[in-house]
């Protein structure tokens, strides 16, 4: 099956600890995006790449980092700079600029 | 800032009635794209419009895209309780070449059976 996968899907981290969110595609798309979701506030961009080895900061990158070195996998690092961690994080792809986002099922952080 | 606003933020209606959300940019927008988010789950994609004036159909649900190539609505005939989720609308800023979509922030539809 073609798609995007997220791991895990819920997650739990101590407060001060890094923690890394995992997103890999097999739909062989170029663009890679990661969003984050708080009740009421719509979809924020983080981080996006749209070729490998190279992303661009968005909206809230503040506290975040990314690497992409496979086309496939863009993973996301929470760090322990970002304040207010606990969030609905969503992974998605693209063909290209442009073109529609396909969304992975998420994965859900608590830090306590 | 948010460039795509989105209206209205929540939405309660009986099954059968219609619903309609809308969605302004303050900057001309090349192309309009819409999700739905089943509560629970993640957005998935509808439809995207990119002519001035264009309006697309997909059962119950009207998609149009303002002359101005500014605003945009989604209008849903009848409702079913299968409609209830979240709609988002996204737009590529128009002069801000090869960049991200920006969302609006969606509106909840709750059908009341």
């Known amino acids: 099956d073609g798609g995007i996968t997220q791991s895990p899907k819920y997650l739990f981290r101590k407060e001060g600890q890094n923690v890394t969110l995992s997103c890999e595609q097999n739909?062989?798309?170029?663009?890679m995006y990661w969003y984050r979701q708080d009740p009421g506030q719509g979809l924020r961009l983080i981080y996006y790449?749209?070729?490998?080895?190279?992303?661009q900061k968005g909206d809230i990158a503040e506290g975040y980092s990314v690497s992409r070195e496979k086309k496939e996998s863009f993973p996301l690092t929470v760090t322990s700079a970002q304040k207010n961690p606990t969030a609905f994080y969503l992974c998605?792809?693209?063909?290209?600029?442009?073109?529609?986002?396909?969304f992975g099922p998420g994965t859900r952080l608590t830090v306590l | 800032g948010q460039q795509v606003m989105q209206i209205p933020q929540y939405q309660h209606v009986q099954e059968g009635e219609d619903f309609t959300t809308y969605c302004n940019s303050s900057?001309?927008?090349?192309?309009i794209q819409w999700y739905k988010q089943r509560p629970g789950g993640h957005p998935v994609f509808l439809i995207q419009l990119v002519k001035s004036g264009e309006v697309k159909k997909q059962k119950r649900l009207t998609f149009q895209f303002g002359e101005a190539k500014k605003n945009s609505s989604l209008h849903i005939t009848a409702t079913q309780t299968t409609d209830v989720g979240t709609y988002f609308c996204a737009g590529h800023l128009f002069y801000s070449g090869n960049t991200p979509l920006v969302f609006g922030k969606g509106t909840r539809l709750s059908v009341i059976a």
């Open positions: 790449s749209q070729i490998v080895n190279d992303f």
């Open positions: 739909l062989n798309h170029d663009a």
């Open positions: 900057t001309t927008l090349s192309n």
């Open positions: 998605a792809s693209s063909m290209s600029e442009g073109y529609e986002q396909f």
